[in-house]
């Protein structure tokens, strides 16, 4: 009894994991052919992308817990048969032969990022993964430094805010997502330190700011940078434009707070993944702008960069993105062709409503694999911006998925130092003039 439940688990999950890993290599052919862009089950894109990012970003630890589950099948008898034999040598075998391929494509990379630095005047030359502390740390996908310090769940919106999120959603659990989480080094510094604002994605309706992303590590630990990553409200419950709002808050209260961290409230950079990669840009792009902070139109929430992780620039690019920002997002059955135009930064840029003294450097990454905003949306606001501006960098990563930068993989290793470049020759014109 027991070797034949095993046997019929094997099958399955080595079914599961050869259509994933075919997934894993054509992910734009798998998601139109099993229909998934539609906007009512976009869920179930996001899911798929999720799985195969994961399986990209991670195949050796794939591969030994593979190694790990063909010996318990065979220890529990699993294999007394001869459909998971044929199942192992048909298709377990691919796919473990597919997860040492994955790591080989990761290790192409390093090439692509070494040349971006070197495009961007930089003379730093990337650490390679396999010197022994960071391959040790590379095994721990989740490894964070230890002489970092964090101040968890700090409410930055105001009383009179916090109560108006609760009336408007009838929800008194809405005032956990007005909150943000402050990263230090250990160390105080005897001088105030550069900022970096993250803002996490999940398509405007999910997400958490509990992800140390590696990039932060780098910074806060080696560069004495202080990050901030923040919460905000998520729709349905809060329609679009709450998101926006929201971010403005966290700028709000950093611009007045930071110093008292350590940080400086004079040099913020703006990052983002996926939909907070769109908002970090429409905060960037509406700085000082008294129509989207309300009660604190005298702030000053002009930042010094953006930073785009698989970011959705465009809104509207195709029908079933511009059909999902409608109904999920801003959960109207329609708008004006000109709001949507307002929101997506790709269309201010291609509408020249933005001068070149309102746009602040920006480095995007794109996947070529990521199903769900193709590189094209990189590729087209790259273009955009470079006619108003060229302070613009844009690293497309041939082999990637959408989420290749949440865990430690060589890759997001190698992106996290050229972010860490990034921010470096950034700061340090202001930091020379202070």
Known sequence: MLAGLSAVCYILWASLGAVMTVGTFFPHAFAEHCGVRHPKI???????????????????????????????????????????????YALDIPTMVACVFFFWEMLQDKAIIQQTLTSLGSTDTLTHFMDLPW????????????????????????HDEVKDAIRQTNNVDVQYKLRLDVYTPAQPSKKLRPVILHCHGGAWIKGTKDIFYPYQKLLV???????????????????YPAHLYDYKRALRWVKKNIHVFGGDPNFVVLAGDSAGGHLSAMTAMTANDPEWQPGFEDVDTSVRGVIGLSAAMDIQGDQYRKQFFLDRVMVQASVE???LDY???????????????????YLLFAGQRDALVDVSVGRH???????????????????????????????SFYGAQLIQSWCRRLHLPYDKNK
């Open 42 to 88: 976009r869920g179930m894109l996001m899911l798929m992308e999720v799985h195969v990012s994961f399986r990209s970003e991670m195949p050796m630890h794939l591969l030994v817990f593979k190694c790990l589950v063909v010996k318990l099948t065979a220890w529990l008898g699993g294999f007394g048969y001869w459909v998971p034999w044929m199942v192992y």
């Open 135 to 158: 391959l040790l740390r590379l095994v721990n996908p989740a490894w964070r430094p230890d002489q970092v310090l964090k101040y968890p769940n700090i409410c930055y919106a105001t």
């Open 221 to 239: 630990s080696q560069d004495g940078w202080v990050a901030v990553n923040i919460a905000y409200r998520l729709a349905p419950e809060s329609p």
């Open 337 to 339: 062709q000109s709001v």
């Open 343 to 361: 929101h997506s930064p790709l269309a201010r840029l291609q509408k020249k409503e933005m001068a070149d003294n309102k746009l602040v450097p």
């Open 381 to 411: 606001f790259k273009a955009a911006f470079q006619q108003v501006s060229n302070e613009c960098s844009l690293v497309v990563l041939p082999t990637s998925h959408h989420i290749w930068y949440i865990f430690w993989s060589p890759r």
